[in-house]
């Protein structure tokens, strides 16, 4: 028994530091890819879903990178867990105990929602996006962590408090998270129907080219491989405007888009990301220029395109 009790107050002398250089590491992965998004390049990353993930619509909030909220969070862990190890000394001994009493129920609450929110991206990778991302797994993983050691790094006085509240913050968390996609992805003019989601309204308008390369894509069996929620798929929506869009040989392949053909898009192996284009037999990946696709597709009308 006095083995098991010396072990575990060992867990309470390292765990503050512990959970410190886990957010450190959260902190500077989060940053380097915030730094890569604003400079619009491509993580480094063994796995080809990272770029497919970092340029979806989850990978950003409102415009602002994902990964930057991320790397506020865990440099908060990190000011919470390591501040009150800078206070030395015997006369700061009690102002020490006071600040590391006040902090552990917040690096709960912390490494919490930081948890939940890791777990639903994970579920959004496995089921919306359908890719591998590292960088995503890695930081479950750190927010996992810090969770264990937030439980398990001190002795808690009121544990049905400890659950109470992580039961209210991982609420909390999941339904926040659930309402700012909602909103942020479709957006105040996005549409919907009973058939699903079909995302932001196309806002520019198109002029006779437009419509005409649309309708001979369309003709000659070209399709458009995208989800609603992609913003490179928006913006290649934009490319053709409002009237072409209807004439778009687009194919729907979120499970919750309207008139979604995920069966079929699941059956194209050469489908890496969203949108893909395939024209006479070639496969085009990303946003396409109006020219490269009349290019590609043989168009031989007029090329005066507005957008």
């Not at 600040?99 to 639903?120: A, H, Q």
């Not at 998270?177 to 129907?193: C, E, F, L, Q, R």
């Not at 369309?218 to 929506?237: I, L, N, R, S, T």
């Amino acid at each position: 028994m006095g083995r098991r009790r010396k072990e575990t107050r060992g867990i309470y002398r390292w765990s503050r530091p512990a959970i410190g250089a886990i957010a450190t590491v959260g902190a500077l992965g989060t940053g380097y890819l915030t730094v890569i998004k604003l400079m619009g390049g491509d993580a480094a990353c063994p796995v080809k879903g990272c770029d497919q993930v970092l340029s979806s619509a989850y990978a950003d909030v409102f415009g602002i990178p994902l990964t930057l909220f991320g790397c506020l969070a865990y440099l908060s862990m990190v000011a919470l867990s390591l501040g009150p190890l800078l206070v030395s000394g015997e006369a700061s001994s009690k102002q020490r105990q006071k600040l590391e009493n006040l902090t552990w129920p917040l690096l709960f609450i912390g490494s919490t929602g930081m948890m939940v929110f890791s777990g639903y991206l994970m579920y959004l990778l496995a089921t919306e996006l359908r890719a591998a991302c590292l960088y995503c797994i890695v930081s479950a993983g750190l927010t996992l962590a810090m969770f264990v050691l937030t439980l398990l790094g001190r002795q808690w006085d009121d544990q049905g408090a400890l659950v109470f509240r992580g039961v209210i913050m991982g609420m909390v968390t999941l339904v926040a998270t659930i309402g700012v996609y909602s909103i942020s992805i479709n957006g105040p003019t996005a549409t919907a129907s009973s058939g699903g989601n079909s995302g932001p309204a196309v806002t520019n308008t198109s002029g006779p080219a437009e419509v005409a390369l649309a309708k001979h894509l369309k003709e000659v069996d070209a399709k458009m491989y995208g989800a609603y929620w992609c913003p490179h798929c928006f913006d290649q929506k934009q490319l053709f405007g409002q009237d072409a869009k209807e004439y778009m040989p687009y194919i729907e392949c979120a499970d919750d888009g309207a008139n979604s053909q995920t069966s079929l898009c699941r059956s194209v192996p050469e489908i890496t990301g969203f949108p893909t284009w395939e024209v006479n037999g070639q496969f085009l990946p990303g946003t396409q220029t109006l020219a490269q696709l009349a290019e590609a597709s043989g168009y031989q009308g007029p090329t005066d395109f507005k957008n």
